[in-house]
């Protein structure tokens, strides 16, 4: 990783001071700032535009009471945010968090990492995130519904088919968003079907999105592979979660000739010598909403649960985090070193710590940045966008095959990049880069706004 010029440096440091206690914010910023001196030197203009300065100050915050009463007739108040981070190549677009974790670092760092992501892409989406404090576990379907309600009926007003189109993230899946939908349907008393993504196939949703964030990072590891010579034929990973995100790329790894040997959750992690079998994981965390101990209890032939150590002590060949930010540290990286892994993807956005990164570029791991791995969920929601403008649907084969094509051109713009900037293979650089010079030209040509 490269070291920051002082004039960046020096910006970093105002971003710091203006922005005080969002850690994973100023993370998020340095992480980027690290891979851009050699732009910035052959680029003056963009200093001279203010480019990163206005880059790192969101066009919009919105943060607001969310009130709501629980199943027992109790009052209930959590905040609920939007950054509307930039709009540049489109309306803001980015998912929803609800996870009691959520403040406003987390969401300015999820909004900033989406700026370069949804840029990578090639398609027209600026970037912008949002969630809630909210904890959706252990929560009825009536409250859940109650909560998505007062939510909307708050932030409504500032979103809109070519204005801001939030989808989903952790905590908030099909049905978070078909109450978010319902409610603003409800309120505009329009049927505005591009105003979020994420949809029921029923009312407006696009095949593949529900698989598109897995399917796009276990289709960037391929492509990783494929650029050495090389393929998931045979080849061992290790997945930690087991959300939306880390189930589908379990089923594309192994679609794919990869054995996913390990997955997790906050209770622990599962070992599976034979395979995950992704069906029954499916069947308990979407249905049962359960755990992964349900799991072993059903498997109990090849899965053990591990609930002490981290998942990253396997022995394995392909690491995939993707579960949430900094899950994966330096003592992490080197364990996966020592166990033979040779290339990892961020499925989660940011599960890697600087360290861990650090130490995976000192030892030859190739590694691939969430904002490049999985872009697969975000262009495959541009994608519905694209259907509900024209009021079509495609079909499943031809989704996938857009979303594979989307993750073969973010990997080659990657290594393209990485290269003509001095440091073949660096898919953070390779991303980084990439992203930004995007996004900054259409700054420029936009004026000073
Ligand atoms: N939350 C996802 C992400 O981190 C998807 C956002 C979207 O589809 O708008 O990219």
């Not at 393209?416 to 991303?431: I, K, L």
């Amino acid at each position: 990783m490269a070291a920051m010029d002082s004039q960046v440096e020096e910006l970093y440091r105002r971003v710091v001071a203006r922005n005080p206690g969002e850690a994973e914010f100023h993370q998020a910023v340095r992480e980027v700032f690290e891979s851009l001196t050699p732009v910035l030197r052959k680029n003056p203009q963009y200093t001279d535009a203010g480019i990163l300065t206005r880059l790192c100050e969101p066009e919009r915050q919105i943060i607001f009471r969310v009130p709501w009463v629980d199943d027992h007739g109790v009052v209930q108040i959590n905040r609920g945010f939007r950054v509307e981070f930039n709009s540049a190549l489109g309306p803001f677009k980015g998912g929803l968090r609800f996870h009691p974790s959520v403040y406003l670092g987390v969401v300015k760092f999820l909004g900033f990492e989406q700026i370069f992501k949804n840029a990578l892409t090639g398609l027209p989406i600026g970037g912008g995130k949002g969630g809630s404090d909210f904890d959706p576990k252990g929560r009825s379907d009536g409250e859940v519904m109650r909560f998505c309600q007062s939510f909307m009926t708050e932030l409504y007003r500032h979103l809109g088919e070519h204005t801001d189109v939030p989808a989903g993230d952790i905590g908030v899946g099909g049905r978070e968003i078909g109450y978010l939908f319902g409610q603003y349907k409800r309120i505009t008393n329009r049927y505005e079907s591009g105003v979020l993504t994420g949809k029921g196939l029923s009312w407006g949703g696009s095949q593949v999105r529900t698989e598109a964030t897995g399917y796009g990072v276990a289709f960037f590891v391929a492509e990783m592979l494929a650029a050495a010579g090389d393929s998931l034929e045979g080849k061992t990973a290790i997945v930690s979660g087991s959300g939306n995100v880390a189930i589908h790329a379990i089923e594309k790894i192994q679609q794919l000739g990869g054995r996913v040997i390990a997955c997790s959750d906050s209770s622990g992690h599962v070992i599976d010598d034979a395979g995950i079998d992704v069906e029954l994981l499916k069947e308990i965390k979407n249905s049962r909403r359960g755990r992964v101990a349900d799991y072993v209890a059903e498997r109990h032939a090849s899965a053990r649960l591990i609930t002490d150590g981290t998942i990253w002590q396997i022995p394995t060949d392909i690491a995939v985090p993707c579960a949430t930010q900094n899950e994966l540290d330096e003592l992490d990286a080197k364990a996966l070193v020592a166990g033979g892994c040779t290339v990892v993807a961020e499925g989660a956005n940011m599960p890697c710590t600087p360290d861990a990164v650090r130490t995976f570029a000192a030892s030859g791991v190739r590694f691939a940045p969430g904002k490049a791995a999985n872009a697969g969920g975000v262009a495959t929601s541009a994608l519905e966008m694209q259907q509900n403008a024209s009021r079509d649907s495609w079909d499943f084969d031809y989704t996938e095959n857009r979303l594979a094509e989307i993750m073969r051109s973010i990997h080659e713009t990657c290594l393209a990049t990485a290269e003509e900037y001095g440091t073949p293979g660096d898919y953070v650089v390779g991303a980084n880069i990439a992203g930004f010079t995007h996004v900054a030209d259409a700054m420029l040509s936009l004026g000073v706004i």
